[in-house]
């Protein structure tokens, strides 16, 4: 080998690929694209505005769960509890409303308060006294479920304060849906200048200018498609909004605070966690908590939604949030996966109960689809780690 084609090679290695193919991201985007696709060329009305709102009210549910789901699974745990909490304290939410009269802002915080002290509980129980979180959570499912019908004595409670129906049915206006998608690209434009300037003043490789505004140009079409066609429609369903403030929390939690990195490292290899410091207790205490406040928050999103709380609200979400975060690219293994990799896995699974429900399929024929997609995307998951070990 000569020194020619030595230098050939070496520059070949060292030349930057702006866009490196990541297969779990592309095979997510193009389900998604194709589901869409599909739908919209058998039923003329599901890309029509007022079935897009609605497709994203519906989604707002099992996105905000599947957002502290992540925290979870990316620690190595799982919930099996959060659907049955989210009718638990849906239930009790709607008690304190219609019941006991209470205003808005009170019945917001004490059923948040609840969801954070359930998960306070069963947190200490998985992490201080090492009882399998499959065990405790399954446990809770049920003890929640049993709590519910004995409180409220097994009857819808309804209806609810305008005030409190306004979390899961109101629209923000045009001219506001405007100033958030302006302040939505003027923030990724900050961002992404920002990571450009500090990748080069510590010397790393930085991405061509055109590549930058490229990137921005289709992040700022998406923005504008997406708050016109809202807009066309009643605006942007304040649920969604709550969506995208909590991504934005939770995505600065998991990859910019030093409680993300050290889950993200329990997760990826829990003695070498131990080994380095972290105090893992503490940690998974700490992911239950904020999944279960999550999903109080969700249930407060549905039961005002619904304008009733019902015995059967929250039935089956915990396993809607978990084939999200999945979907959406999160390891079962722990370790890997991304809050907005799970919203996308939400929207992929409210996108495929929409579009079958406009075609009227029966419901065995969707949770054979569904589950077909998820044991799909176990197999990507496994797939792709097996490409890397080799």
């Keep these: 080998m000569n020194q020619e084609t030595v230098f050939n090679q070496t520059k070949t290695k060292r030349r930057p690929n702006w866009f490196k193919f990541d297969a779990r991201a592309y095979t997510m985007i193009g389900a998604l694209l194709s589901i869409w696709v599909l739908f919209s060329l058998l039923h003329e009305r599901f890309l029509s505005p007022t079935n897009i709102s609605n497709l994203f009210l519906q989604m707002s549910v099992t996105s905000i769960l599947a957002i502290g789901m992540v925290l979870v699974i990316v620690a190595g745990q799982i919930d099996l509890s959060v659907g049955s909490l989210v009718g638990l304290t849906g239930g009790i939410a709607a008690i304190l409303n219609v019941w006991y009269e209470w205003n808005t802002v009170p019945v917001i915080i004490a059923t948040m308060a609840i969801g954070a002290a359930i998960g306070f509980i069963q947190g200490w129980i998985i992490a201080y006294?090492?009882?399998?979180?499959?065990?405790?959570?399954?446990?809770?499912m049920l003890i929640f479920r049993g709590i519910l019908f004995?409180?409220?004595?097994?009857?819808?409670?309804?209806?609810?304060?305008?005030?409190?129906?306004?979390?899961?049915?109101?629209?923000?206006?045009?001219?506001?849906g405007w100033i958030f998608g302006i302040a939505a690209l003027a923030v990724a434009g900050y961002l992404v200048m920002r990571k450009r300037s500090a990748r080069a003043k510590f010397g790393f490789d930085v991405e061509p200018f055109a590549v930058s505004v490229l990137?921005?140009?289709?992040?700022?079409?998406?923005?504008?498609?997406?708050?016109?066609?809202?807009?066309?429609?009643?605006?942007?369903?304040?649920?969604?909004?709550?969506?995208?403030?909590?991504?934005l929390i939770f995505t600065f939690?998991?990859?910019?605070?030093?409680?993300?990195?050290?889950?993200?490292?329990?997760?990826?290899?829990?003695?070498?966690?131990?080994l380095s410091g972290i105090n893992i207790k503490r940690r998974i205490l700490l992911v239950f908590v904020l999944c279960?406040?999550?999903?109080?928050?969700?249930?407060?999103?549905?039961?005002?939604?619904?304008?009733?709380?019902?015995?059967?609200?929250?039935?089956?979400?915990?396993?809607?949030?978990?084939?999200a975060c999945v979907i959406?690219?999160?390891?079962?293994?722990?370790?890997?996966?991304?809050?907005?990799?799970?919203?996308?896995?939400?929207?992929?699974?409210?996108?495929?109960?929409?579009?079958?429900?406009?075609?009227?399929?029966?419901?065995?024929?969707?949770?054979?689809?569904?589950?077909?997609?998820?044991?799909?995307?176990?197999?990507?998951?496994?797939?792709?780690?097996?490409?890397k070990k080799v």
Excluded at 129 to 140: M, N, S, Y
Excluded at 155 to 176: C, E, F, H, N, R
């Design 328 to 387: 959406g690219g999160t390891s079962l293994m722990g370790g890997t996966g991304t809050v907005v990799g799970a919203i996308i896995g939400a929207l992929v699974m409210a996108s495929l109960d929409n579009g079958m429900s406009l075609m009227n399929l029966e419901s065995f024929w969707q949770y054979i689809v569904k589950g077909g997609i998820l044991i799909l995307a176990v197999y990507v998951d496994i797939y792709t780690r097996q490409r």
């Design 129 to 140: 006294r090492a009882v399998p979180a499959f065990i405790v959570t399954l446990g809770g």
């Design 215 to 247: 990137r921005l140009g289709v992040m700022g079409a998406l923005v504008i498609g997406f708050v016109y066609l809202m807009n066309s429609y009643k605006g942007i369903p304040v649920p969604f909004v709550m969506v995208i403030v909590l991504a």
């Design 150 to 176: 004995g409180t409220t004595g097994s009857v819808t409670i309804a209806p609810l304060t305008p005030s409190m129906k306004a979390i899961g049915q109101s629209y923000v206006g045009d001219l506001m």
């Design 292 to 323: 279960n406040t999550l999903a109080a928050i969700a249930a407060l999103v549905l039961t005002a939604r619904l304008n009733a709380a019902t015995m059967s609200s929250g039935q089956n979400y915990e396993l809607d949030a978990i084939a």
């Design 253 to 274: 939690i998991s990859k910019n605070t030093t409680f993300g990195r050290q889950v993200y490292a329990i997760g990826g290899n829990a003695e070498a966690a131990r």
